[in-house]
T-cell receptor, first 116, second 119 residues
């Protein structure tokens, strides 16, 4: 039972470099999410995809782009990394309808990103 | 204004005792859901328990129960018979807006509470 798989687990970037965080889920979920977690801040939503083919901004979208490649995969791209993007990034997915209880988001293990 | 408030400093509990982790929320939406997640030191986010705003009874899942007081807008997590493995950070979160199964509904998280279980 893989659930939500994120790659890589760790990454160090230099300011200005770009990279893509990958996320894949095997639970046939409709919605997918990207969060960042900073000390003392809880989790904050960056972008989400309510269904295949749609993406929307969350609370902190600046500096990021996303792609919902297909139903399984949702990637997060940093075009020009900045030290302020040093954080732990979590991907999550959710079944929209039919699940009991509904609404539960299931999380990947996270990616620890440092931007120097 | 914060939608989810978790104000307790680091909490300590003796093994085998019960502990309550506080969460208050703010919403004007009549339909919402409340969640608790556990984050151990390994970093993953683990779903613990869910309470819907229209649920008549408090949610329970094994040793976890949710003390839901709708009028006070509080959703406190109660962990009974604490175990050393319960040492972790605990997050309260809320889904609001639209129908329960709405595709565009999102979670808002509190800042978390650190729980340490003493042997």
């Amino acid at each position: 039972n893989a659930g939500v798989t994120q790659t890589p687990k760790f990454q160090v970037l230099k300011t200005g470099q770009s990279m893509t965080l990958q996320c894949a889920q095997d639970m046939n979920h409709n919605s997918m999410y990207w969060y960042r977690q900073d000390p003392g801040m809880g989790l904050r939503l960056i972008y989400y995809s309510a269904s295949e083919g749609t993406t929307d901004k969350g609370e902190v979208p600046n500096g990021y782009n996303v792609s919902r490649l297909n139903k399984r995969e949702f990637s997060l791209r940093l075009e020009s990394a900045a030290p302020s993007q040093t954080s732990v990034y979590f991907c999550a997915s959710r079944m929209v309808a039919g699940a009991r209880p509904p609404d539960i988001q299931y999380f990947g293990a996270g990616t620890r990103l440092s931007v120097l | 204004a914060q939608k989810i408030t978790q104000t307790q400093p680091g909490m300590f509990v003796q093994e085998k005792e019960a502990v309550t982790l506080d969460c208050t929320y703010d919403t004007s939406d009549p339909s919402y859901g409340l969640f608790w997640y556990k984050q151990p030191s390994s970093g993953e986010m683990i779903f613990l328990i869910y309470q819907g705003s229209y649920d008549q009874q408090n949610a329970t899942e094994g040793r976890y129960s949710l003390n839901f007081q709708k009028a006070r807008k509080s959703a406190n997590l109660v962990i009974s018979a604490s175990q050393l493995g319960d040492s972790a950070m605990y997050f309260c979160a809320m889904r609001e807006g639209g129908k329960v199964t709405g595709a565009n509904s999102k979670l808002t998280f509190g800042k978390g509470i650190t729980l340490s279980v003493r042997p």
